[in-house]
């Protein structure tokens, strides 16, 4: 299984973390500080794999952005790639030519369109049509649910 | 479009600004406004600043209530959580957001609880019962939320309480739940194995859906149960077929818009069916056979230029030689991975080599088939890749191909990255060891790694050179030309100086006698190699082992040269009183050598007999530079843990007769003990025959001693105490220490156990060494502690009657 994903900035700035392991904050600060460091200092022509303590760590950059995940020994590090492609092809089709700022501003969205895709550190549906439907049709619910409450809130988060 | 390069279109098409909906200003910022007031702090005090603010605003919010605007609180929260902040306050508002009815409320409450709550906290059971009515109540996206959050932060208590509601949810209509309850099963397994017994039997139902998700999930599910269960292994062996044909299915229909990736059909589903797959061959016949076909199916017909196809490839090639395949299979799989290795992806080679690695003990023709493109690996500059290529490759050498893999390995060794030098030196040099072809070529190939990488070597490599060269008399004047050019070139080596130092004291004749065939005719002065080893052993680079190399070198060559030994005699004296302990000692024993000894220095001096490999180092009189050395560690050995008893034994026995001993010290004085411990460790006692005497009897156990006065060392005596035990219960936990007078020296050796069996059994035994220079009367005083009829007994008392004949 993935144990988890994190998003960073060529600055090292964090934007978005998913845990499928429980640990500490403290813990997970550690762990993120010292991954960002490792995959940073890599340099463009090496390879997307590396290990750390016992687990092995897939990462690919696509533009300003860092993703990076770690998969556990027996896990195929050539999918995780694809997994990880996947994921920036589902947040492309969501915001339109989806950017960091995008997932900045609205890093629940990113959040949401995740948990479509990944459940558990598995994959949970393989059809990018799927997905996207399900993020659709969730969004509506939201904005159909706002109308009834009227005016005052937000119809964005 | 692709998406790297809308990725990057992106920066500069983005307004600065986002617009802001015309409504009224709220007093606390709406997220979009808080994210860009966070952005356009120039310090990191004023960022705190901004949040800090913001939070108090936030805090106010929360105690306030507003169910509205709890959402956006918490949303902003989240975003704040994730920078770093602190955000535990938000953590009962998640639980407020996820009991509210309203869907906006429930996504961003559930979304809080998967960041802030997890299983360390108490609170986090709270949201079970929420959970618990949405998973049961809620809309189909309710349900969604609610399963996802399990799975992501539900504990094992959790999981307990929450499994039937999940067992239900799989078998319902909706594929969209049931691919979520799937998963979620599969975290709840993980946390609490014994749930697998509810969710063992749906699977096999579920194998038969047809919507990719489901079939997802459920392959993962089974693959999970599997793993864990023995029994639930067996029993899913009957599925293979249905695996098979999903896999058949999916090979065979082509394309798919919905599923497909660059040509592959859902690679996701398939490498997840054959990771199934490995598990459910493997040792097992039966299966491994009615997978074969398919395998090789997908070994041949996978798309493979990109990287989806090849992911499905790899997972293929890692399940055929897991599984009892068909012998032409394993080629096959092996091949692909060779094949990879040629790959221009980098990741691709990679994946390669650590498949390879893990077959080249199983499948060795196969892999030495691929060394060539192995041996090209080492050149990647990419660390990862150079590091399994170096671990792949010293697995391939044998003895055929040593010398030309020796090369290859040579050639890295010399531009490789620092943390991989080690392993490349001691990968070299075990592979010599173990394939040489010749003793010349093990000796160069020794010495060329020594030279590129001396400083990584283990520290054994020395000794092993020196016993290698030692062990070849044909090679001694080679050797000691070679190294000698070698370390007038360079001193900094230390392996390489030690061991050249080593060969020029032992051999340093054949050095001045001439050349060596195949070398260049070297002439080399007796000045000449005297300055080197001076040099050395002035240098700062020289470690202080590699000193006493040096020293000793010298002092072997008083022996070996024509010349006056006026140069070495200075060189000795003047280290005589160097500030290192070690490098002191030894000159002033060799001076010792030059004046009281002169006429045993060419004995003691000698050439080294051949040694056996792997064997230690003879003890012989007339050996050179080890012999100072090994008796002090043998006879100090066995003291250590008897030392310390003598110093509980002096402590305890408050005794006016100034018993106190200092620690037998064993540093050799100059002259004296070189001969005498000579003689110690190795030769047994001839006896003059002194009587025993018995010392303790008390209730059936008796101490016995017995004494040897070893006649070419008068000053020392051999007691041997036996316990023996004639009473009706053992004696355990026996101790026995002793103490004498001042004057004497006392070595207690490790006794022969601590329990003497009841009715005769087998006695403890332990032997006391005592010096006794001055030859002063014999007394001891002896302690005693043991277990006998169950109780614990402790005796002290002295003995003054020794025998005439032990002391005299």
Not at chain 1, 51 to 71: G, N, P, Q, T
Not at chain 2, 324 to 335: E, F, H, I, Q, Y
Request: hydrophobic letters at 40%; proline letters at 5%; aromatic letters at 6%.
């Amino acid at each position: 299984m993935m144990q988890f994903m994190l998003l960073f900035s060529r600055q090292g700035k964090l934007r978005l973390q998913k845990w499928y392991v429980p640990l500490s904050d403290k813990e997970k600060k550690k762990i993120t500080r010292e991954l960002v460091q490792t995959v940073l200092a890599r340099k463009p022509k090496m390879c997307s794999f590396l290990e750390w303590r016992d687990l092995k760590i897939v990462y690919k950059r696509y533009a300003s952005l860092y993703f990076c995940c770690a998969i556990e020994d027996q896990d195929n590090e050539l999918i995780t790639l694809e997994i990880i492609h996947r994921y920036v092809e589902l947040l492309d089709k969501y915001f339109g030519s989806v950017c960091e700022l995008d997932i900045i501003f609205n890093f629940e969205k990113a959040y949401f369109i995740l948990d479509e895709f990944l459940l558990g550190g598995e994959v949970q549906e393989t059809s990018k049509k799927n997905v996207l439907k399900a993020i659709e049709q969730a969004d509506l619910l939201q904005e159909n649910q706002n109308e009834d409450w009227g005016g005052l809130s937000d119809d964005t988060l | 479009m692709r998406v790297e390069e809308s990725l990057q279109r992106g920066w500069s098409q983005r307004p600065a600004a986002l617009p802001r909906p015309a409504r009224m200003v709220l007093p606390s910022l709406k997220l979009q406004e808080l994210i860009q007031e966070i952005r356009g702090a120039k310090t990191q005090a004023q960022e705190r600043e901004v949040i800090q603010k913001e939070c108090a605003h936030i805090r106010a919010a929360f105690r306030e209530g507003d169910a509205p605007q709890r959402h956006l609180q918490l949303a902003k929260l989240l975003y704040v959580h994730m920078l770093g902040y602190p955000a535990h306050f938000g953590q009962m508002e998640c639980l407020k957001l996820i009991a509210s009815p309203r869907f906006t409320d429930k996504r961003v409450g559930y979304l809080g609880a998967m960041l802030l709550l997890d299983e360390r906290q108490d609170a986090h059971l709270l949201i079970t019962n929420s959970i618990k009515n949405d998973l049961s109540q809620g809309t189909q996206p309710v349900q969604g939320l609610a399963l996802c959050t399990l799975s992501t932060m539900g504990s094992a208590e959790m999981c307990r309480d929450l499994a039937n509601e999940v067992e239900k949810l799989l078998l319902r209509p909706s594929p969209y739940v049931r691919k979520k309850a799937v998963l979620a099963a599969v975290h709840m397994i993980r946390k609490v194995p014994e749930l697998s017994d509810i969710f063992l039997p749906p699977c096999t139902q579920l194998l038969h859906e047809r919507h990719h998700g489901i079939l997802m999930g459920t392959v993962t599910l089974i693959t999970e149960l599997c793993e864990r269960n023995p029994a639930a292994l067996t029993h899913f062996r009957q599925v293979v077929p249905q695996l098979v044909q999903i896999l058949r299915t999916l090979v065979i229909s082509g394309y798919s818009a919905e599923h497909s990736v660059a040509g592959v059909s859902d690679p996701f589903l398939q490498v997840q069916v054959l990771r199934l797959l490995r598990i459910l061959g493997r040792n097992h016949d039966e299966s491994s056979e009615a997978m074969n076909d398919m395998l090789a199916q997908v070994a041949t017909n996978t798309d493979t230029s990109r990287n989806a196809g090849n992911a499905v490839l790899y997972e293929t090639v890692l399940t055929i030689v897991d599984i009892r395949s068909a012998s032409g299979l394993r080629v096959l799989a092996v091949n692909i991975l060779g094949r990879f290795l040629l790959n221009n992806d980098k990741n691709i080679r990679y994946v390669a080599l650590t498949s390879l690695l893990r077959l080249v003990q199983s499948d060795h023709s196969a892999v030495q088939r691929h060394r060539p493109t192995v041996v090209e690996c080492l050149r990647e500059p990419d660390a990862s890749l150079s590091r399994r290529a170096l671990e792949l490759s010293l697995a391939l050498v044998n003895s055929s191909n040593i010398r030309s893999m020796t090369q290859e390995l040579q050639g890295f060794l010399e531009s490789c990255p620092v943390d991989l030098r080690a392993d490349c030196a001691s990968g070299i040099l075990l592979a010599a060891e173990r394939f040489a072809p010749t003793k010349r070529w093990h000796i160069d190939t020794i010495m060329r790694v020594l030279t590129t990488a001396g400083a990584h070597v283990r520290d054994d490599a020395v000794a092993n050179l020196t016993q290698l060269i030692g062990g070849a008399e044909e090679l001694h004047a080679y050797s000691v030309h070679r190294l000698y050019s070698a370390l007038a070139a360079d001193i900094s080596q230390q392996p390489l100086v030690q061991v050249a130092a080593w060969c020029i004291g032992e051999y340093g004749d054949l050095l001045l006698s001439g050349s060596y065939e195949e070398t260049e005719p070297l002439q080399v002065q007796e000045e000449e190699v005297l300055m080197l080893l001076e040099k050395v052993l002035q240098s700062h680079l020289s470690l202080p082992a590699t000193r006493g190399y040096a020293l000793t070198a010298l002092m072997k060559l008083s022996t070996r040269l024509q010349g006056d030994n006026n140069r070495i005699r200075r060189v000795v004296s003047i280290y005589g009183s160097c500030l290192d302990i070690e490098l002191q000692q030894r000159a002033v024993e060799y001076n010792a050598l030059f004046r009281k000894y002169d006429h045993m220095r060419s004995a003691i001096l000698e050439k080294m007999p051949l040694v056996e490999h792997g064997g230690p180092q003879d003890d012989e009189p007339g050996e050179g530079k080890e012999k100072p050395w090994s008796p002090k560690r043998e006879v100090q050995s066995p003291t250590e843990p008897p030392t310390s008893n003598l110093l509980d034994l002096l402590d305890l026995l408050d005794s006016a007769s100034g018993d106190a001993q200092p620690p037998p010290a064993l540093d050799l004085m100059p002259g004296d003990s070189l001969l005498h411990l000579l003689d110690l460790p190795s030769k047994t006692p001839s006896l003059a025959p002194i009587p025993g005497l018995k010392v303790f009897d008390r209730e059936g156990l008796q101490i016995n001693l017995s004494f040897v006065r070893p006649p070419e060392t008068p000053a020392l005596l051999l007691i041997t105490a036996t316990a023996s035990n004639t009473s009706k219960s053992d004696v355990t936990h026996f101790v026995f220490q002793a103490a004498v007078p001042k004057s004497f020296q006392l070595q207690l050796q490790i006794p022969s156990g601590d329990t003497v069996p009841a009715q005769g059994g087998p006695p403890i035994t332990q032997v006391l060494r005592v010096l006794n220079p001055n030859k002063a009367p014999l007394r001891m005083r002896l302690r005693l502690t043991y277990n006998h009829f169950g109780q614990s007994v402790q005796e002290i008392f002295e003995v003054k009657d020794f025998p005439l004949d032990t002391w005299q």
